[in-house]
């Protein structure tokens, strides 16, 4: 393979021992998922608290809700640090993300101050995390596809 000549290109290439590693990618991963780890390991060992955080959110019946979404954080980001149906992993934290921030994040219910501006911060973070899974599920199909 040819040395590249633009200044991108070298660039690209003096990066991509350390960048292009599985080893980073493998942090990129964990990094997506470390929210979900905590907060399913958290559910876990503080349960009635899981099935408060239900009730406050609605959501019926409430244990059966937290065990779901215990079983959902844990084994999706499970499968996403293993490669295991990581693309699948992906789809369903991103599903997940989505409909918890329009349940939990409506700052366009707010009153117009400090609390709604957090919260849009917070529910526009939250469809960066959407779209950080659809790239990892996209990947992961994109490179099964080509193997």
Same mark, same amino acid.
């Given at each position: ?39 399913? !390991? ?11 955080? %239900? ?9 059966? %809700? ?20 990581? &693309? !699948? ?48 599920? &996209? ?9």
């Amino acid at each position: 393979m040819a040395a590249p000549t633009s200044f991108a290109g070298r660039l690209t290439q003096s990066v991509r021992p350390v960048l292009g590693s599985p080893a980073i990618r493998w942090l990129a991963y964990l990094g997506l998922c470390a929210a979900y780890l905590q907060g399913g !390991l958290n559910k876990l060992t503080d349960f009635p608290g899981a099935v408060g955080e %239900m009730t406050h959110f609605g959501l019926t019946p409430p244990a059966l %809700m937290a065990v779901l979404v215990i079983v959902l954080e844990l084994g999706a980001s499970l499968m996403i640090l293993t490669g295991w149906l990581r &693309w !699948l992993g992906a789809l369903a934290l991103a599903a997940f993300t989505l409909m918890a921030t329009f349940i939990a994040l409506r700052f366009w219910e707010l009153p117009v101050g400090q609390e709604r501006f957090m919260a849009a911060n917070s529910f526009f973070e939250h469809l960066g995390l959407v779209g950080g899974f659809l790239l990892v599920a &996209w990947l992961d199909v994109r490179e099964s596809r080509s193997a």
